[in-house]
């Protein structure tokens, strides 16, 4: 249990566009997701945190309008790159929470690797 | 404000030797849990250990043991008897849920090479 998938896997886009990176958890409600970033050799950086049905709210320094989250549903979360420059390329992980006997743990997806050209 | 912190950048053990990672944590919230992650070339997080700040018990799964002392503020892991398939970057984090909302802070990770 508490399995979460990340989709695509790793992505290749041209420099301007956007891509859309989904965040599901497979057998269980996620009350909560979370979104980190982590370029290479270095840890994860919480970028923002999403409950459903509100919006999400971003770490210091992270542009909101540059990196669109929705939390639409208890399974489901996108963050959307916009007008992505070759700077956004990263490794993008989420995770969620809020499984009632895995108190105060997350649950990570596999993670997305952008490459934007 | 809540820190992990840990100091090796980089170890580089010979296959069958032990090695143990070092993380230090710090927080005000007396509640928390603390976790170490394994993570292998191809990114993925992998689970390790949870442990909760009331429950200071040493933990052994196998090759694998936890030392969890409150008193220092430490959650040092060491690996027995390493084997290659060890090499990975592993992460300590620090989780705590106050407010309303569930904050984890991940340290800078490990780097552990181990040689055959």
């Known amino acids: 249990g508490a399995v979460v998938s990340q989709h695509p896997s790793w992505v290749i886009c041209k420099s301007g566009t956007s891509v859309k990176i989904e965040c599901r958890s497979l057998d269980f409600q996620a009350t909560t997701m979370f979104w980190y970033r982590q370029f290479p050799k270095q840890s994860l950086m919480l970028m923002a945190t999403?409950?459903?049905?509100?919006?999400?709210?971003?770490e210091q320094g992270v542009e909101k309008d540059k990196f669109l989250i929705n939390h639409a549903s208890l399974t489901l979360s996108t963050l959307t790159v916009t007008s992505a420059h070759p700077e956004d390329s990263s490794f993008y992980i989420c995770?969620?929470?809020?499984?009632?006997?895995?108190?105060?743990?997350?649950?990570f997806g596999p993670g997305t690797r952008l490459t934007v050209l | 404000a809540q820190k992990v912190t840990q100091a090796q950048t980089e170890i580089s053990v010979v296959e069958k030797e032990d090695v143990t990672l070092d993380c230090v944590y710090e927080t005000r919230d007396t509640t928390y849990y603390l976790f170490w992650y394994k993570q292998p070339p191809s990114g993925e997080l992998v689970f390790l250990i949870r442990?909760?700040?009331?429950?200071?018990q040493n933990e052994i799964s196998g090759r694998y043991s936890w030392n969890f002392q409150k008193s220092t503020s430490s959650f040092n892991f060491t690996i027995t008897a390493s084997q290659v398939v060890d090499s990975a970057v592993y992460f300590c984090?620090?989780?705590?849920?106050?407010?309303?909302?569930?904050?984890?802070?991940f340290g800078t990770g490990t780097k552990l090479q181990v040689i055959p």
């Open positions: 999403s409950n459903e049905g509100s919006k999400a709210t971003y």
């Open positions: 995770s969620a929470g809020g499984l009632a006997e895995k108190y105060n743990e997350q649950f």
């Open positions: 442990r909760n700040s009331f429950d200071e």
């Open positions: 984090a620090l989780s705590t849920f106050s407010g309303g909302y569930q904050k984890v802070t």
